[in-house]
């Protein structure tokens, strides 16, 4: 790392800076190239956020949510950021003697990992530390907050997403069975770019790329007997790659038949860290705010990786003849 005392003075204009923070967590799940084909790990849990003042511009991309909250779409969020936002930011990141700060201590090995790296002019800052290095996170809390708030900015712009909901729809021909369906759908203002999630998972990817599951309710206490419903295939010579504009949905249906009165979960997911098995034109890279230089604009479609989960909703099931 380094550091210089002229940290704390107001850089002048023509030394903008560049923020990127990694939280990551979980596995390795994929890696892809970036844009000079530099590996780029993505992580079960992902979150990266790069702000550069220079375009005025701050990128978020979030691969999956904090204890897997259930309704929440993942994806690239971006928005152009003021003057104000941008000092602000400056403030919390510079207003730390980070050379003088001691070495994160404790942690837990299951416990998010946080990479900074700021960089302006002749000023330097990298450090890692872990989510649970409390005393470290609490004498940098000026720039926790600082990316809080812009993080929190940046998320009221959504790009390019997928989220995921399930719904249940009495068949329209035998009152006996339930239509279950799983919808993925792109609440951004941008289009996405996704492998059909028909397509099987690569060789040695565990999960499927989307499931849809179902079982009797429990008394809150047990975990309930799940049943994995067959979602139809892909057709044959359909294309594997899709593109859900602005507002776009996929939806999945399979007739179920339950197999005695009473009380049923659904649930359901979308589970896809690889990215299209096909690369489409105009495709955006993992990070579309590129580290120096001229970046894409987001008008190209975006491949979300991740994963998300739906709401689950719970439904009853009357006796034949009710």
Do not use: C
Request: hydrophobic share 40%; net charge negative; proline share 11%.
């Amino acid at each position: 790392m380094t550091n210089s005392t002229s940290e704390l003075a107001p850089p002048p204009a023509s030394e903008p800076f560049r923020l990127d923070e990694h939280v990551l967590g979980g596995s390795l799940m994929a890696t892809v190239s970036g844009p000079s084909g530099q590996p780029l790990e993505v992580h079960e849990w992902m979150t990266w956020l790069r702000v550069r003042s220079d375009e005025g511009e701050g990128v978020l991309v979030v691969t999956r949510r904090d204890g897997d909250l259930r309704g929440q779409p993942v994806g690239l969020f971006r928005r152009r950021l003021d003057a104000q936002q941008l000092a602000a930011l400056q403030r919390g990141v510079e207003s730390i003697a980070w050379a003088k700060l001691p070495p994160p201590s404790g942690g837990d090995i299951l416990a998010d990992h946080y990479a900074i790296e700021y960089h302006r002019g002749d000023l330097l800052i990298q450090r890692g530390f872990n989510a649970r290095n409390f005393e470290f996170i609490e004498a940098i809390s000026p720039y926790m907050d600082a990316v809080g708030e812009i993080m929190s900015a940046i998320a009221e712009r959504p790009i390019a997403l997928v989220q995921a909901t399930v719904t249940i729809t009495p068949d329209a021909t035998d009152p006996s069975v339930q239509q279950l369906a799983l919808t993925l759908e792109n609440p951004g203002s941008g289009a996405v770019v996704l492998t059909d999630p028909r397509v099987p998972a690569s060789p040695g990817v565990t999960s499927p790329r989307m499931y849809l599951r179902v079982a009797p309710a429990t008394n809150g206490w047990s975990e309930p007997s799940w049943t994995t419903l067959p979602l139809p295939g892909l057709a044959e010579g359909a294309p594997r790659v899709l593109v859900l504009p602005p507002g776009g949905r996929l939806d999945f249906a399979v007739p179920w038949q339950a197999p005695a009165p009473g009380t049923y979960y659904l649930q359901g997911a979308w589970i896809d860290y690889e990215g299209p098995v096909e690369s489409v034109p105009d495709q955006l890279p993992l990070i579309p705010l590129a580290r120096d230089g001229s970046s894409p604009s987001d008008a190209g479609p975006y491949p979300v990786r991740g994963a998300t989960f739906a709401m689950g909703v719970s439904f009853d099931v009357a006796p034949t003849g009710h």
